[in-house]
């Protein structure tokens, strides 16, 4: 089913990812916070690739508007 599956991506990746990013802009050390920034960033604009592929696919994650659609979009 791929509302189930699109809403575990969001529970797996997009929901964390850009958490993670947004947490070492914060970092006060900047070596740590470099590494941060690279690997989240990276994986980021990854899951944003995922789901700007299926969006060229198709009207919404889970090909109707379901509660995957809406998990991604918070």
Same mark, same amino acid.
Request: hydrophobic share 40%; charged share 25%.
């Given at each position: 089913?791929?509302?189930?599956?699109?809403?575990?991506?969001?529970? %797996?990746?997009? %929901?964390?990812?850009?958490?993670?990013?947004?947490?070492?802009?914060?970092?006060?050390?900047?070596?740590?916070? *470099?590494?941060?920034?690279?690997?989240?960033?990276?994986?980021? *604009?990854?899951?944003? %690739?995922?789901?700007?592929? *299926? =969006?060229?696919?198709?009207?919404?994650? %889970? *090909?109707?508007? =379901?509660?995957?659609?809406?998990?991604?979009?918070?």
């Amino acid at each position: 089913m791929p509302v189930l599956e699109w809403l575990m991506w969001q529970i %797996g990746g997009f %929901g964390p990812m850009p958490q993670q990013l947004s947490h070492f802009l914060t970092v006060e050390n900047e070596a740590d916070g *470099r590494y941060g920034m690279e690997r989240y960033s990276k994986e980021t *604009r990854r899951l944003y %690739g995922v789901l700007d592929k *299926r =969006l060229g696919e198709v009207e919404f994650a %889970g *090909r109707d508007i =379901l509660i995957a659609d809406f998990a991604i979009l918070g």
